[in-house]
């Protein structure tokens, strides 16, 4: 079945410092990917999407590329702010329409 | 509006107890969803609605119902739950049920089974 599988956190980094979380997939045919960020006591909100082979998706100065031939979507951010400490979801939604997530890293950022 | 709101934020319930949870969205969407979330783990999906009809149910054990009465509304009607029940409780809304359409989560409900 469809599966997703985050680097295993928690990941710790100072203020500035660049970030990337890595996530890679196993699925049939060809998935829309997410990621999703889930600040302390809050629900998930959507950070970015990509539904095809090469897509870029980004907000808020992330980012993830749609890579088919490595099957990954590794987040990524230039400089981090303290504000970015949240839990991280790499999801997949393939043919199901069922959204199947990672186990999700948790990002500390130091000051 | 691009907004799913959830009440109550906190409840608090006994093992006798019935109560309900609810999720209301104005955003036209189609397709609503319930996930259980545990502390530290990725949501879990229980119960799906596509044009109000329930379209999947993840083997939920019937303590949990789930009630569309229209498209902008879900409820999860809880009764004789557990301890282990206590979790976080997301609604989400996507445009339609399929891979191309992102779901919107609110904040959730969170409930403690004593």
């Known amino acids: 079945g469809d599966s997703v599988t985050q680097m295993e956190g928690p990941v710790t980094l100072s203020e500035e410092a660049f970030l990337t979380i890595n996530c890679t997939y196993t699925a049939t045919g060809y998935p829309s990917l997410f990621w999703y960020v889930q600040y302390p006591g809050e629900g998930l909100q959507l950070l970015l999407k990509?539904?095809?082979?090469?897509d870029k998706g980004s907000n808020k100065g992330f980012e993830a590329t749609y890579r088919k031939e490595t099957t990954s979507f590794h987040l990524e951010k230039g400089s981090v702010q303290v504000s970015d400490s949240a839990v991280y979801f790499c999801?997949?939604?393939?043919?199901?329409?069922?959204?199947?997530f990672g186990q999700g890293t948790t990002l500390q950022v130091k000051p | 509006d691009t907004e799913v709101t959830q009440t109550p934020k906190h409840l608090v319930m006994g093992m006798t107890n019935k109560k309900s949870l609810k999720c209301e969205q104005h955003?036209?969407?189609?397709?609503m969803y319930w996930y259980k979330q545990k502390a530290k783990k990725p949501p879990e999906l229980m119960f799906v609605?596509?044009?109000?009809?329930?379209?999947i149910n993840e083997s939920v054990p019937s303590r949990f119902s789930p009630e569309c009465p229209n498209s902008s509304l879900l409820n999860l009607h809880l009764h004789a739950l557990q301890p282990e029940d206590s979790a976080l409780y997301l609604c989400?809304?996507?445009?339609?049920?399929?891979?191309?359409?992102?779901?919107?989560f609110g904040p959730g409900t969170r409930l403690t089974v004593l």
């Open positions: 609605y596509s044009y109000e009809k329930l379209s």
């Open positions: 990509a539904t095809k082979a090469d």
């Open positions: 999801a997949l939604s393939g043919h199901t329409g069922k959204l199947i």
């Open positions: 989400a809304s996507s445009q339609e049920t399929g891979q191309y359409n992102e779901q919107f």
């Open positions: 955003m036209g969407h189609r397709a």
